[in-house]
């Protein structure tokens, strides 16, 4: 049987090697050209999965990538769903493709589109105009060319914070606006607290962010008050990729949670018969690399375990 599998990140190439050991046939349909899924650009080491200390995401995600395209399966880049119809054990995929149009005849499908960083158009607009508005953390301007700046973060969680202690090490001064209060975790927000180059502030979204015309620097203004930073990060966390459910028939579209995100039973199974969902795009307690490869695992596994249910039924 054919799985077709949306995402060529953890949970999209795990579940593409589970199916292969569990003779199933996976496609994978990957809308970027990169294998690997948002790590691919994390240059921070990844904490979080056991057996490669100090190993960066991009590292990991490479090493998984280079065992990915060493399997015997059809990863197609580029490419892109437009149309799904049929029902399990019967769908049918309309893709574009680098080569044309093609219809791909599936048994099962998986979503695992994981996330993208969260905005607001004015925010995206901004970001589109100039390099120094960036939004979502993983971006080695970040990394490579704020020095001696001052930046405006918006956002209280894990990143926002975690982006402060960085940027202050390497002599930056920062500011932290929350809309609310900090809801990252305690070690972050005491390490920000004690750092004379952090200023937090809850409660204080900016009530209007313009681009200077002549210097590019951003005005951020608190009432009266108007205060000139040399970079504008968004860390406003990270939304579900389920765009692509637009393109399936009305009957095959999951149950999303009020979070946007597809529900899931301990089988990765989503409310519609022969469609699972895997990583982050489905609603999952701890988000992460780890439980991503499992959940792809799991969710070839119940492809497998199903299949000879939708296939011959009783
Ligand atoms: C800043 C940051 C730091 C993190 N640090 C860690 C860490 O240290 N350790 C750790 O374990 N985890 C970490 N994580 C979490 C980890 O990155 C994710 O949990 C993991 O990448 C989820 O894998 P995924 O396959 O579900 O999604 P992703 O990695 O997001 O991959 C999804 C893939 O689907 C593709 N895609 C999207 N839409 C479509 C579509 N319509 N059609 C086809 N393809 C599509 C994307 O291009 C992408 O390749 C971090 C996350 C972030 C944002």
Redesign the pocket.
């Known amino acids: 049987m054919i799985v077709a599998i ?7 190439m795990s579940c593409a090697n589970a199916c292969l050991s569990f003779g199933l046939t996976p496609v994978v ?4 050209g ?1 294998i ?4 691919h650009g ?1 240059f ?1 080491p ?4 056991l057996g490669a200390p100090g190993e960066t ?1 991009r590292e990991m995600s490479e090493r998984m990538a280079r065992h990915f395209v060493a399997l015997p399966l059809t990863c197609l880049r580029h490419s ?2 437009t149309a799904v119809h049929g029902a399990a054990g019967n769908f049918t995929l309309e893709l574009e493709t680098p080569a044309g149009k093609q219809s791909l005849a599936a048994g099962a499908i998986v979503l ?4 993208h960083p969260r905005d607001t158009p004015e925010l995206a607009a901004m970001a589109e105009n100039t390099e120094r508005v960036i939004v979502g ?2 971006s080695e301007t970040i990394r490579d060319d704020i020095r001696q700046a001052r930046v405006l973060i918006l956002g209280g969680g894990d ?1 926002a914070l975690d982006h402060a202690l960085f940027l202050a090490e390497r002599g930056n001064q920062v500011r932290v606006c929350t809309r609310r209060v900090f809801s990252a975790r305690q070690p972050f927000q005491d390490a920000c607290q004690a750092n004379p180059s952090i200023e937090l502030r809850d409660r204080c979204t900016p009530d209007s962010l313009h681009i200077d015309d002549e210097d590019a620097r951003i005005v951020a203004a608190w009432g009266p008050i108007k205060v000139r930073y040399d970079w504008l990060l968004v860390m406003f966390g ?1 939304l579900p ?1 389920t ?2 459910l637009a393109t399936f028939e009305p009957v095959l579209r999951p149950t999303l949670s009020a979070s946007g995100h597809v529900v899931v039973d301990a089988w990765q199974r989503t409310s519609i018969t022969g469609i699972y969902a ?4 489905t609603e999952t307690p701890q ?6 490869l499992a959940q792809g695992l799991v969710a070839a596994r119940a492809a497998e375990r199903d299949a000879s249910a939708i296939l011959i039924p009783d």
Do not use: F
């Open positions: 949306l995402g060529a990140g953890p949970a999209g349909i990957e809308q970027s990169e690997g899924g948002i790590q994390n921070h990844n904490l979080w999965l995401g892109r769903v695992a589109t994981g996330t953390p993983l990143n990270y990729n765009g692509v895997a990583g982050d795009v988000p992460s690399v780890p439980t991503a």
